[in-house]
């Protein structure tokens, strides 16, 4: 496959899986700002803005509008909801020979219905647009899951949408345990991921901090807990490797993944608990260093080379000008 092409899966992985993510998180804070008149505003909404990632303006007041607009529906911001669909349709404009028809139509009509979508929810309020984003982004998985073949463009795809789930669910945490420990704060995590009802049947309701996180950093089986991502891709990525399969012969990337893997396995969850931010930390780190290592590894292209009339004039000149 064409490095250009692997590029632009991986990143359209990216690119849907963090758009998704931001619309359930401000979903959430968004629920939680209308519904609870204790929440202070403008430190709940910096809050979450430096969790997404996104510039905080110190000397502004912040509220709900000003978050939904910077974080959802700023299109001069890369970072926020409509400029991630944008970019991921762009990126699959660019690689149209590699994915279905289906993925294509899905990523386009998800873009061009953000302008209704917007002004549904300056009606409605903005968990419509949010919905509607999550929507359309399951829509795109269970057509990458349906329609593109499992091979190496469908490997970079996944690869770089379980990364980009791992630095998500990593972040909330980090928000959890650094803002709020309390019950409310927990279940706010849960819904934000999806997982409120799988929780609730594995650990019959016990809502508290070490099966909390537990769950979201260890459990086997749920698809966005951080082990879960990590193992699925690291599966991809060794798909990926051509590297014989010898002793101390895997890319730099395959063992930092595993390595990431290997250190949350095996340690008691009151232990994780208490070193949780180190933990966190290193998993963010990790997600930075592998997709540095990736672009590296398999997508690096030899820069184009750079046709000028330079030598024709100078040989131009030695002839005396005649042709």
């Given at each position: 496959m064409l490095a250009r092409n692997a590029d632009s899966l991986y990143w359209i992985g990216r690119y849907v899986e963090r758009a998704d993510d931001m619309a359930r998180i401000l979903d959430v804070a968004v629920q939680q700002l209308l519904e609870d008149a204790t929440v202070d505003t403008d430190s709940m909404v910096r809050h979450v803005m430096a969790v997404l990632g996104l510039t905080v303006d110190d000397e502004a007041e912040h509220t709900l509008w000003t978050l939904v607009d910077v974080a959802a529906y700023d299109r001069s911001c890369p970072d926020s909801i409509v400029g991630l669909v944008r970019t991921a349709r762009e990126n699959a404009r660019g690689a149209r020979e590699v994915i279905s028809s289906e993925m294509w139509e899905c990523l386009n009509a998800t873009y061009m219905g953000l302008d209704d979508a917007q002004r549904r929810a300056r009606l409605l309020g903005p968990h419509a647009f949010l919905t509607y984003v999550k929507e359309r982004a399951a829509m795109f998985a269970g057509l990458t899951d349906a329609t593109l073949s499992h091979d190496v463009g469908y490997s970079y795809l996944i690869l770089g949408r379980s990364i980009e789930r791992v630095d998500m669910t990593v972040r909330l945490l980090m928000s959890r345990s650094a803002y709020r420990r309390d019950a409310l704060s927990w279940m706010s995590l849960l819904v934000a991921v999806g997982a409120q009802d799988t929780y609730v049947r594995a650990y019959r309701g016990a809502l508290d901090t070490e099966?909390?996180?537990?769950?979201?950093?260890?459990?086997?089986?749920?698809?966005?807990?951080?082990?879960?991502?990590?193992?699925?891709?690291?599966?991809?990525?060794?798909?990926?490797?051509?590297?014989?399969?010898?002793?101390?012969?895997?890319?730099?990337?395959?063992?930092?993944?595993?390595?990431?893997?290997?250190?949350?396995?095996?340690?008691?969850?009151?232990?994780?608990?208490?070193?949780?931010?180190?933990?966190?930390?290193s998993l963010q780190e990790t997600c930075r260093t592998v997709s540095e290592s990736i672009a590296e590894e398999h997508f690096h292209i030899e820069p184009y080379v750079s046709w000028t009339d330079t030598g024709l004039a100078h040989d131009f000149a030695d002839y005396g000008g005649q042709s």
């Amino acid at each position: 496959m064409l490095a250009r092409n692997a590029d632009s899966l991986y990143w359209i992985g990216r690119y849907v899986e963090r758009a998704d993510d931001m619309a359930r998180i401000l979903d959430v804070a968004v629920q939680q700002l209308l519904e609870d008149a204790t929440v202070d505003t403008d430190s709940m909404v910096r809050h979450v803005m430096a969790v997404l990632g996104l510039t905080v303006d110190d000397e502004a007041e912040h509220t709900l509008w000003t978050l939904v607009d910077v974080a959802a529906y700023d299109r001069s911001c890369p970072d926020s909801i409509v400029g991630l669909v944008r970019t991921a349709r762009e990126n699959a404009r660019g690689a149209r020979e590699v994915i279905s028809s289906e993925m294509w139509e899905c990523l386009n009509a998800t873009y061009m219905g953000l302008d209704d979508a917007q002004r549904r929810a300056r009606l409605l309020g903005p968990h419509a647009f949010l919905t509607y984003v999550k929507e359309r982004a399951a829509m795109f998985a269970g057509l990458t899951d349906a329609t593109l073949s499992h091979d190496v463009g469908y490997s970079y795809l996944i690869l770089g949408r379980s990364i980009e789930r791992v630095d998500m669910t990593v972040r909330l945490l980090m928000s959890r345990s650094a803002y709020r420990r309390d019950a409310l704060s927990w279940m706010s995590l849960l819904v934000a991921v999806g997982a409120q009802d799988t929780y609730v049947r594995a650990y019959r309701g016990a809502l508290d901090t070490e099966n909390v996180v537990e769950f979201m950093m260890l459990d086997r089986l749920f698809p966005r807990s951080v082990f879960h991502s990590l193992r699925v891709a690291e599966h991809h990525l060794a798909a990926l490797d051509n590297r014989p399969d010898r002793v101390g012969a895997q890319s730099t990337a395959l063992t930092l993944l595993g390595r990431a893997r290997s250190s949350i396995e095996f340690i008691g969850r009151a232990e994780m608990v208490r070193d949780l931010p180190a933990y966190l930390t290193s998993l963010q780190e990790t997600c930075r260093t592998v997709s540095e290592s990736i672009a590296e590894e398999h997508f690096h292209i030899e820069p184009y080379v750079s046709w000028t009339d330079t030598g024709l004039a100078h040989d131009f000149a030695d002839y005396g000008g005649q042709s």
